[in-house]
Structure formats: structure tokens, C-alpha cells
């Protein structure tokens, strides 16, 4: 049971695709990206040893924390208000990192928190070229990111930038939409296993 305050993303779609085809290992440890109401934070802290929930809608971090408490896993998640990565530790690492980005395309200006959570910038990818950025720097070595995204802001971008990042990707699940869009659930590895 999910409570979703009135100014965060209530899962849809794009949320049921992700915790169907989401794998965490037992003792992961997982970096929620994005939490929104942690529903995939959640469900990871089912096997993980740890989860840190990160989301910049502090109406999110609350919410998460709330509904971490009613499904009875508090104990092993952690709620910190940010932006992508700049709240944690450098050097810290996680097996498992999960982000359903914000990724339509849209105008930001006048963007409420609720609106955050899916406003992508003009092409979309304002937020998910950044997180492809840092996150190599927060992956232990045989670490897998979980990134879902639309078809409307470029699935073959993302394969790129993650290969420039040093991470292999692939679609691992995806589901049409109304109007001409697809999401689509993208898996990263390491290439490099000498990091």
C-alpha cells in the first residue's frame, strides 16, 4: 500500500514497467535516484542490505520515508533531499543504481515539484545527459544502472553516452504509449572491469 502526496509523481506506467523488471541481488547495495513515493526503493529493500532514496521534491523524500515505514522496510532504506548525486559522498558506490528519469520534453519555467518529476528540458534529456555523466563515478565495479526513459528524447543517445561513459546498455523491457511513444526500461554495465 502507497500513499502519494498531492505534489509527487503518482506511479504509472513507466513505474509498473521498472518494478516488474527490476533485479537486486540479496545484500545490494542501491541507490534509489529520483525516489518520488519509493515504490522501486521499496521493492529493492526487499533483498537489499541498503537503499538510499535521493529525490530533489522534498514532498518525495517524506512520502518515500512514509511508505518505506508502512510496508516495513525504514530499517533499511536512507532519505536524502538533492539534486541527482550532489548530496552524496565521493566514492561512494552502489551495485544497483535506479532512475525513472524526467524525461518528456518540455519548457521548465514555472515547473511545480509534482511536474519535475517527468519535465525532461526542450529535448528531454536535460536531466538524463547529467545523470549518465555521474553515475559511472558511483558504480562498484560489477554494478548495473537501471535507467527508463521515453522514445520521445532518443533511446539511441542514451546507448551512446553510456558507451562514451564506459558502460554498456540495451533496452530490457518496453511498453507503447498513446501518442506515438514508447518508454523503455535501458540496462548499463560496465565495459570496463578494471575500475
Known amino acids: 500500500m502507497f500513499f502519494v502526496d498531492e505534489n509527487v509523481y503518482e506511479p504509472a506506467e513507466d513505474s509498473f514497467l521498472f518494478a516488474e523488471n527490476l533485479a537486486v541481488g540479496e545484500g545490494s547495495r542501491v541507490l534509489d535516484m529520483g525516489t518520488g513515493c519509493g515504490i522501486l526503493g521499496i521493492i529493492a529493500a526487499g533483498k537489499a542490505e541498503e537503499v538510499v532514496a535521493v529525490d530533489v521534491n522534498p514532498f518525495a523524500v517524506r512520502c518515500a520515508a512514509r511508505n518505506a515505514k508502512a510496508n516495513g522496510v525504514a530499517d533499511r532504506m536512507l532519505f536524502v533531499q538533492g539534486d541527482l548525486f550532489d548530496t552524496l559522498?565521493?566514492?561512494?558506490?552502489?551495485?544497483?543504481?535506479?532512475?525513472?528519469?524526467?524525461?518528456?520534453?518540455?519548457?521548465?519555467?514555472?515547473?511545480?515539484?509534482?511536474?519535475?518529476?517527468?519535465?525532461?528540458?526542450?529535448?528531454?534529456?536535460?536531466?538524463?545527459d547529467r545523470f549518465i555523466c555521474e553515475v559511472p563515478e558511483y558504480l562498484?565495479?560489477?554494478?548495473?544502472?537501471?535507467?527508463?526513459?521515453?522514445?520521445?528524447?532518443?533511446?539511441?543517445?542514451?546507448?551512446?553516452?553510456?558507451?562514451?561513459?564506459?558502460?554498456?546498455?540495451?533496452v530490457v523491457a518496453e511498453r507503447a504509449l498513446p501518442f506515438f511513444e514508447a518508454v523503455m526500461l535501458l540496462k548499463a554495465e560496465r565495459t570496463d572491469l578494471c575500475v
Open 140 to 170: 562498484a565495479v560489477s554494478g548495473r544502472v537501471f535507467l527508463m526513459q521515453s522514445t520521445l528524447c532518443g533511446v539511441d543517445e542514451t546507448l551512446l553516452r553510456f558507451k562514451e561513459r564506459g558502460l554498456e546498455a540495451r
Open 89 to 128: 559522498r565521493v566514492g561512494e558506490r552502489f551495485d544497483v543504481v535506479v532512475f525513472n528519469a524526467p524525461y518528456l520534453p518540455v519548457k521548465c519555467s514555472g515547473v511545480s515539484w509534482v511536474e519535475r518529476a517527468w519535465a525532461g528540458g526542450c529535448g528531454g534529456r536535460e536531466v538524463i
